[in-house]
């Protein structure tokens, strides 16, 4: 059920030596890869099946800076800055273009909503339009699209998920960093107290700083080392279409769904707020942190019981260097997809545009979104583990904000200055972001 994405062939030579491990082919992984190398630091990527093979190729390809957390907002705008020039930078046609974005609102709540997103925006210097019924109407004359208001950002833009983190990889390797596909990281080494190298399944790289950009592994694979880190897994499914003729032009978001434009004339649509919330041992360890977040929005939320929770319990939580572990078992995560979801999607956009009427849906696919208490990331050194950063926990954002988050990642691991204050994205500001109790930190491999 995966989308097709553009393949990377990794590099059959692992290396003795590196400056800095980045541990995740995503688009996170791959923008601090390429960010490093340019910097002439030596870089080893390490994915354990494909690049892009899980959430970088599954989302939605929405470029925003618009409507986001406001600790959000400074990595949105560095990473559309960023986005204008990626193209040209990699050699190869991400997909990004400035087509804008238009949100509309049709009940009381929506627009309280609209509101908010247009203060943020605003206070950080966003240019935004707010537009009346009428106005919406007026872009969209050939639609029965229900709206009181909308808010548009017209700099706002796409990218195809399907070639962009493929490009940075490909142009990561370029500037000397290896990339090593189907080479999972099995643990991490100590000297000194401070990092001194990775164990892979294919044998050790010895290396003076770390990434974990795992998406929604890296929970499972800081546990092995004591490092608790608040993450949950939330299921979602997007659908494609083949090509539609005289369609939106922009990428649309309302309470039903939302709906991109796409290079080849089709669309990438998914419903918005019904996200789904595993249903595993970790969300029961981590309710207290977000029970919360699940009452705000318990509308928009609902729980799934699926084979994840049976997996839950029989997935190993720690593990020898020397082992098999989770990640080899499992090298890509490729869940169904929510049929009745896409179906009522579909509806909702074939009610608001009938042009999609005859629409053929060519392709749905279901993804798995790694996700914080706060719906914000993770980017920060870990005190505990000199030499280790994290970046994870993107809530379904990632994909937007990847280039700037990865080269916040980068700079944080390599000793640069910050592009963006990465204090908002601290892991202390979650109590459970601390070792464990009873971790062994003083072994040499771990």
Known sequence: MRPAADSVEGGATLPQEVDLVVIGGGIVGC???LWAAEQGHRVALLEKGRIAGEQSSRNWGWVRRMGRARAEYPLGIESLRIWEGLSARVRRDTGFRRTGIIYTAATDREMAWLDAVERDAEGFGLAVRRLTGAQVAAHFPEAALTAAGALLTEDDG?????????ALALAAREAGAAILTGCAARSLETHAGRISGVVTERGRIGCAAVILAGGAWSRLFAGNFGLDLPQLRIRSSVLRT????????????????????RLDGGYTIARRGRAAVQVTPDAFRLLRLFLPGLRRNSS??????????WNGFFIPRRWNADAITPFERCRVLDPEPQHRQMRK?????????????NARIAES?????????????IIDRVRDWPGLVVATGFSGHGFGIGPAAGQLAAELATGAPPLVDPAPFRLSRFPAGVPQSGSDTASATV
């Open 365 to 377: 696919w279901g993804g798995i979104i790694d996700v914080t208490p706060d719906a914000v990331p």
């Open 242 to 261: 083949g090509p539609v003729a005289n369609g939106p032009r922009f990428a649309i978001g309302n309470g039903e769904f939302g709906l991109r434009p």
């Open 158 to 166: 796409r990218a195809e998920p399907a070639h962009a983190t493929a």
């Open 31 to 33: 923008s601090a890869a």
């Open 345 to 357: 999607a579909m509806q909702s956009v074939r009610r608001a545009f009938p042009v999609f009427d």
């Open 300 to 309: 928009e939320i609902t729980l799934t019981l699926d084979r994840s929770a």
